[in-house]
């Protein structure tokens, strides 16, 4: 099992949680504070990027993915 996990979240965000290191699109990482658990967006309507600020719930974004 790997000490991270990325969850999609049904109609939300992407969760991870671990030991991670998100980094900006020119390879320098981003301060998450010492946080192990994070929500990224993947709706596109935050006003929080590259975070989740809750908006995908008002903005009508689908996503269900599964496994199989
Ligand atoms: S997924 Fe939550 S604001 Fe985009």
Not at 37 to 57: E, V, W
């Amino acid at each position: 099992m790997s000490d991270v996990v990325v969850k999609l979240r049904d109609h939300g965000p992407i969760l991870i949680s671990g030991d991670f290191v998100i980094e900006d699109g020119q390879g320098e990482p981003i301060d998450l504070a010492g946080k192990t658990n994070i929500a990224l967006c993947r709706c596109g309507s935050t006003k929080n990027s590259p975070f989740c600020d809750g908006t995908h719930k008002d903005c009508g974004f689908i996503a269900e993915n599964r496994a199989k």
